[in-house]
């Protein structure tokens, strides 16, 4: 079995930053990749940002260039750094790890951009 753990959300000011983290663990024998979703009010799910075991990144077009997704594959973990936040923002942040072709998702981390 595998748990997908994120932590790091809150109520942040417009322009401000949050870092999320996303721990995989359990039993894994390697993770091939782990992304960071968010649904908003409202909204479908949908996919900010993913990177591989090997590194390679990919972003919505919504948050390139202020959103950075890192990983420290010793830990099984990801981390989602989020600068100059904006309204839009707000959503519900999720994770999931790719497990040998099975996607683990996490609770959710509730992300709050507001004055």
């Known amino acids: 079995q595998v748990q997908v753990v994120e932590s790091g959300g809150g109520l942040v000011q417009p322009g401000g930053s949050l870092r999320l983290s996303c721990a995989a663990s359990g039993n894994i024998a390697s993770v091939y990749a782990m992304g960071w979703y968010r649904q908003g009010p409202g909204k479908q799910r949908e996919l900010i940002a993913r990177?591989?075991?090997?590194?390679?990144?990919n972003y919505a077009d919504s948050v390139k260039g202020r959103f950075t997704i890192t990983r420290d594959n010793a830990k099984n973990t990801v981390y989602l750094q989020m600068n100059a936040l904006k309204p839009e923002d707000t959503a519900v942040y999720y994770c999931n790890a790719d497990v040998l072709a099975t996607v683990y998702w996490g609770q959710g981390t509730q992300v709050t951009v507001s004055s």
């Open positions: 990177i591989t075991a090997g590194g390679s990144t």
